[in-house]
């Protein structure tokens, strides 16, 4: 009867064991595949552009302009600059000309729209034709479609950007360096404005349409020569792009644990005013 006994118990410790086992295998969760690692999606919008080295980009809106537009070209020739050009498609039918000499000159030519309105205001298809008839009114003047889109007043959605981009293949350029200069305030202010605000990278906004900056840019652009910067259009400083360098994270300091017993009062000296 004993042997029984053992024989029950034996058989009984058996089935638990293995009744845990299947347990385990059970609970256990089947090991994760590795996902393969997404690419970042290349940014499709600059208002500035981490470079090696001295680069800016000086770019003029809303030209061009009959008298200004000539003498500003003239300007850069002497200087060996080369320049970005926003332009209003009207103007641009008005004074076709002008356009093939600055594009025949190597300077950049973008789409400014077609009339100068807020895009950010208007419905996909009224902002459809206003990029679409400037595009062919620069393709007509200089053989060449424009591969960049600057947003007049910067009025611009996240949503239009992505679709304009899909459409028509536009980078969407903004700018860091804004001197105001379409508010007059003279050639001088013009002039300091740009050289204080303008840093390696910088894409700096300006008007060829405003007397006053016309008469700043000799200055300026000595000025900018002097302190070291190269210019280059602005397809050309995206293409100068390089990763930022990520920040050392620096571990906060570590303060060593007090030994004793706290005070019972802690006493604070009064701020001095003033």
């Known amino acids: ?8 118990l034996l058989a009984l ?3 638990a064991t293995n009744l845990a086992r299947a347990e385990d295998t059970v609970a256990s969760p089947p090991a994760e595949k ?8 290349p940014p499709i919008t600059f208002s500035f552009v981490h470079v090696d ?3 800016i980009a000086m770019t003029f809106d809303d030209g061009p302009s009959e008298k200004l537009t000539p003498r ?10 080369k320049a970005t050009f926003f332009v209003i498609g009207q103007n641009v039918v008005e004074h076709p000309e ?11 030519i973008g789409n400014h729209s077609w009339s100068h309105p807020n895009l950010g205001k208007m419905s996909d298809e009224g902002v459809r034709r206003e990029l679409q008839k400037t595009e062919d009114a620069i393709k007509s003047a200089t053989g060449a479609r424009p591969t960049l889109l600057r947003p007049p007043y910067g009025s611009i959605s996240g949503r239009q950007k992505k679709w304009i981009h899909d459409e028509f293949g536009y980078q969407i350029i903004l700018w860091d360096v804004d001197p105001l200069d379409w508010k007059r305030p003279g050639p001088a202010v013009v002039c300091n404005r740009i050289i204080k605000g303008t840093r390696a990278g910088s894409i700096v906004l300006s008007h060829d349409i405003h007397p006053g900056t016309i008469e700043a840019m000799p200055s300026t652009l000595d000025q900018l020569e002097a302190k070291g910067f190269k210019f280059v259009t602005v397809s050309e400083l995206i293409a100068k ?10 571990e906060p300091p ?14 604070i000296a009064p701020r001095p005013k003033g």
Do not use: C, D, W
């Open 13 to 15: 410790t058996l089935f």
């Open 53 to 55: 080295g001295p680069y």
């Open 1 to 8: 009867m004993l042997v029984y006994r053992l024989l029950f």
């Open 98 to 108: 002008i356009v093939q000499r600055a594009a025949r000159e190597g300077h950049e």
């Open 241 to 250: 792009a390089v990763p930022e360098t990520p920040k050392p994270h620096k």
């Open 72 to 81: 500003l070209l003239n300007l850069l020739a002497a200087h060996h600059i």
């Open 254 to 267: 570590t303060v060593p644990a007090t030994t004793g017993s706290p005070s019972p009062r802690s006493t």
């Open 34 to 41: 590795p996902q393969p690692a997404t690419l970042a999606e």
